[in-house]
């Protein structure tokens, strides 16, 4: 199940308490003090890993918490930490404050870990009190309590490339023949309830990372259908592949056909009501489904009503792919500090 939000309590294990001790044995009747330091509690520690793809796993705890500090013992024996706890959250994920809803650390780049709850330190034990005018102190430390918050995951996927459209204009498909993603795919009107990551080797040895977002309909901003909650996993890619179907069977949300430049507003619109920013992001419009002469006249349609360029590709006969990863190399390669060449 893919689950891209989530609270969850955290708390940092206590210190262990300082020991008040006096060493006692035959013929060192005044050993003095020997009390040893509490050892420090464990932390929660949040570590982004290409391992994982969902926040589901973490799913079913209210409270994530680290364990304490053992306390000191005698003969100056300090007591052991506590071990941490590591919740390992997929690259991509911003920890927020629930309460304030400030970003706390937006992991973005894999295995650097967060420490989102230090543990509290350890006390010290009667012997570090020790001085030269109070030989026997009877005084000891006890530990810190460790840190403790309530904390958002919020997962926002990370990938050089997303796909939008309407559903069934094939960003699946295309997904599928680039990568070796196996999303659900079919002949009729639906849209993936998730979305998926593929990595897509292109000319030159380029790979970069290509993301179908599920399908927005009329009216997505307002919370219609899957409403607009999976727009932010193409906030951080470099550049939108707008998906229009013309092979004559586009659909409306009520189920309608729609032509091609409608289908093509329609996204536009949702885009630009969720955010203007991303609305504003380098796009490439790619023609769907061109299998026929008819389909070919949709997609010169669109290119003249849109004023951009449109790339015809089919995922069936493979035409225009090489074409459309071509396109695309400029983008990816440009930020990832590759020559397309």
Not at 125 to 139: C, I, K, L, S, V
């Amino acid at each position: 199940m893919f689950v891209d939000e989530l609270e969850v309590s955290v708390r940092g294990g206590k210190g262990g308490d300082g020991k008040v001790s006096f060493l006692r044995e035959k013929f060192r009747p005044r050993g003095g003090p020997d009390g040893g330091d509490g050892g420090d509690g464990g932390s929660v520690v949040i570590l982004p890993t290409i391992h994982e793809n969902t926040l589901y796993h973490l799913t079913g705890r209210k409270l994530y918490a680290a364990q304490d500090g053992e306390p000191g013992g005698s003969r100056d024996c300090s007591g052991s930490k506590g071990g941490d706890v590591v919740l390992r959250v997929p690259v991509g994920t911003l920890v927020l404050d629930a309460g304030r809803g400030n970003v706390l650390k937006d992991l973005d780049q894999a295995d650097q870990p967060f420490v989102v709850a230090k543990g509290g330190k350890g006390g010290r034990g009667n012997a570090r009190f020790a001085t030269a005018t109070n030989r026997a102190p009877r005084q000891a430390e006890r530990g810190e309590p460790g840190e403790e918050r309530r904390v958002r995951l919020s997962l926002k996927l990370i990938a050089d490339v997303g796909l939008i459209g309407l559903p069934n204009a094939g960003k699946s498909t295309l997904l599928a023949t680039l990568t070796r993603a196996r999303p659900k795919i079919a002949e009729y009107p639906f849209t993936t309830l998730e979305p998926h990551l593929g990595i897509v080797e292109a000319r030159g040895g380029v790979t970069f990372v290509m993301a179908d977002i599920p399908g927005l309909i009329e009216g997505a901003h307002a919370g219609r259908g899957l409403g607009d909650r999976f727009l932010k996993h193409v906030e951080r890619t470099r550049v939108l592949v707008h998906l229009v179907d013309c092979s004559g069977v586009a659909w409306t949300s009520s189920g309608a056909p729609m032509e091609p430049v409608e289908a093509w507003r329609v996204i536009r619109e949702e885009l630009r009501r969720y955010s203007a920013e991303l609305a504003g992001r380098p796009s490439v419009l790619v023609a769907t489904k061109v299998e026929d002469d008819a389909a070919r006249a949709r997609a010169a349609e669109l290119a003249r009503a849109t004023g951009q360029t449109v790339w015809p590709i089919s995922a069936v006969t493979r035409s225009g792919i090489t074409e459309l990863l071509d396109a695309l190399l400029p983008f990816v390669a440009r930020a990832a500090h590759q020559d397309p060449a």
